[in-house]
Each structure stands twice: as C-alpha cells, then as structure tokens.
C-alpha cells in the first residue's frame, strides 16, 4: 500500500482524530505477568488504514496507557516516512585497484630517488 502512496502523509493533530483513521484491536498481551496479563485485554495493536502501518502497544497493565502509547508510537513511525529519504551513500574506501596503481607510482618513484644518489664505493 506504501508503494502507490503519496508523500507526505498527512497526520491529524489530535489523538482522536488519528484514532478514527485506524482499525483498533486489544488482546492478551504474552509474556511475564501472571494473571493480570492473561485474564485482560491490556494490549493494543493498531493499524493506520491509508498506509498500512501497524504498530502494538502491551507494555503497560492498562489499555488506556497502551493505547496512548500506540498513538505516539504510529504518529513517530508516520512522521518517520513524511522525512526525507537520506543522502546517497558516498564511497569513502579507495578500490582495491586504485590503490594498486597508487603503490605501483610510489614503488617508480622511489627506483627514480634511488637512481639519483651517487654511486656508492661497491659499484
């Protein structure tokens, strides 16, 4: 669905009205807890119709809270795709290739430094 969209989305300033754009669904939250997680449907799991993001909220004991936590966590994700895409990744490490041509330049230029010193007594 990301795919076809346009950028930028646009994201409601208050909670209610991102909350009506979403389909809401609570469960059972798994993990440590004992019986409070599992007789409750604490956790929350929404999921923003015009993109597709989905997002899950089960830290908390109370929906409320793990709902509010869901809002902020979609309203960062969707903020997080209207950025702009990062700058092109530029090489930093010569190639393998370039560097053996620098060597091979450094290696002629030390036999032409050698070739200029005065011959020594042995020759």
Not at 3 to 27: K, N, R
Not at 32 to 54: E, F, I, Y
Not at 81 to 95: C, D, Y
Request: with cysteine.
């Amino acid at each position: 669905m990301l795919g076809a969209m346009e950028l930028p989305i646009e994201i409601p300033e208050s909670d209610d009205a991102l909350l009506a754009e979403c389909d809401v669904q609570v469960f059972h939250a798994s993990g440590p807890g004992g019986q409070s997680v599992n007789t409750s449907d604490s956790a929350v799991r929404l999921k923003h119709r015009p993109t597709g993001v989905t997002v899950v909220a089960r830290r908390q004991r109370s929906q409320l809270l793990n709902k509010r936590d869901a809002l902020e966590r979609l309203r960062a994700k969707l903020e997080q795709l209207n950025a702009p895409p990062p700058a092109p990744r530029v090489a930093r490490r010569k190639s393998r290739t370039r560097r053996a041509i620098e060597l091979e330049g450094k290696t002629r230029r030390g036999v032409v430094k050698r070739l200029r010193r005065p011959p020594s007594g042995d020759e």
